[in-house]
């Protein structure tokens, strides 16, 4: 099926660990988005990409690097993990324009 | 305050009832989306527009661009349409989340 493919979908990471989310789309989208949702609050933007080659800071970026590996891929890398990064994140990707927005199905992260 | 507001925050109902959730922007905008997330996480767009009102199925959605308002409808509301519904609006390239606003319908 057309989507938004999200790995892993839950992850226990200690204090200082790194790790990288992995997002895919295969519906030829051009725009590709990482958030995280944390209780209370609406998703929040850490990085985006408008195309291929380019990436952009959303609100919250501190603490995350992206890289946009290609049109159809656009990673998450934490260097560092901190408590305070505990959060179920979202990789998201749409159309110039916003059309066609889908969703990944999202990664419980916590890290202790 | 928020630049994306949802009204109200939770939300019960009978099923068969008419819902209605609202969200009010204060920021420029060039669409207004509205996603469903259910238990467990995953969110669906359901809708995306610019201005007056789209339809599918049961589900309704209006916009007044003057007023910086918009409203989603559900007709003869169902056990399964519960879930968490989010506005959001697109300013420039990215979209401004609401907190959402959590349905359950009982049976």
């Known amino acids: 099926n057309a989507g938004v493919t999200q790995t892993p979908k839950f992850q226990v990471l200690k204090t200082g660990q790194s790790m990288t989310l992995q997002c895919a789309q295969d519906?030829?989208?051009?725009?590709m988005y990482w958030y995280r949702q944390d209780p209370g609050m609406g998703l929040r933007l850490i990085y985006y990409?408008?195309?291929?080659?380019?990436?952009d800071k959303g609100e919250v970026p501190n603490g995350y690097n992206v890289s946009r590996l290609n049109k159809r891929e656009f990673s998450l890398r934490l260097e560092s993990a901190a408590p305070s990064q505990t959060s179920v994140y979202f990789c998201?990707?749409?159309?110039?324009?916003?059309?066609?927005?889908?969703f990944g199905s999202g990664t419980r992260l916590t890290v202790v | 305050k928020n630049e994306v507001e949802q009204s109200p925050q939770n939300l019960t109902a009978q099923e068969g009832e008419f819902i209605t959730i609202n969200c009010s922007y204060s920021?420029?905008?060039?669409?207004l989306h509205w996603l469903q997330q259910h238990p467990g996480g995953g969110i669906v767009s359901l809708f995306m527009l610019s201005s007056g009102k789209k339809k599918h199925g049961r589900l309704i959605a209006t916009i007044n661009i003057q007023e910086k308002h918009s409203s989603l409808h559900i007709t003869a509301s169902h056990p399964r349409d519960s879930a968490v519904y989010i506005c959001?609006?697109?300013?420039?390239?990215?979209?401004?989340f609401g907190t959402g606003t959590r349905l359950q319908v009982f049976p």
């Open positions: 959001a609006v697109r300013n420039t390239d990215k979209l401004i």
């Open positions: 920021v420029g905008i060039s669409a």
């Open positions: 519906m030829n989208h051009n725009s």
């Open positions: 998201a990707s749409s159309a110039t324009g916003g059309y066609g927005y889908t």
């Open positions: 990409s408008a195309s291929e080659g380019t990436t």
